[in-house]
């Protein structure tokens, strides 16, 4: 099983595309797992959780990718990092 490490992130943008490979290899890797598995029951359930958590993660990681992606932030960049919306609201700084 192929554990996500953070140092592959360092170098490239990440894609839906790209974590969307990956979330398909992770379950390629499940389904062949799940297939080809002789431990006893008890260790195979022990497993298949650990990997079906892992699987997990990378739906997240998709589902979050897929959001950043359909993010427009030009509006917030537009306006110096802070966007009032309606004129009646105001800044307000509160200083303990």
């Given at each position: 099983?192929?554990?996500?490490?953070?140092?592959?992130?360092?170098?490239?943008?990440?894609?839906?595309?790209?974590?969307?490979?990956e979330?398909?290899?992770?379950?390629?890797?499940?389904?062949q797992?799940?297939?080809?598995?002789?431990?006893?029951?008890?260790?195979?359930?022990?497993?298949?959780?650990?990997?079906?958590?892992?699987?997990?993660?990378?739906?997240?990681?998709?589902f979050?990718?897929?959001?950043?992606?359909?993010?427009?932030?030009?509006?917030?960049?537009?306006?110096?990092?802070?966007?009032?919306?309606?004129?009646?609201?105001?800044?307000?700084?509160?200083?303990?």
């Amino acid at each position: 099983m192929k554990l996500q490490g953070s140092s592959s992130a360092v170098g490239c943008p990440v894609t839906v595309d790209l974590v969307r490979a990956e979330a398909s290899s992770v379950f390629e890797e499940l389904v062949q797992f799940c297939q080809t598995s002789e431990l006893p029951f008890w260790q195979f359930e022990k497993e298949v959780m650990v990997r079906v958590a892992v699987l997990g993660v990378c739906l997240i990681r998709l589902f979050l990718t897929a959001c950043h992606e359909r993010l427009d932030i030009e509006p917030y960049l537009r306006d110096d990092g802070f966007r009032l919306g309606y004129g009646s609201s105001g800044k307000c700084v509160l200083w303990p």
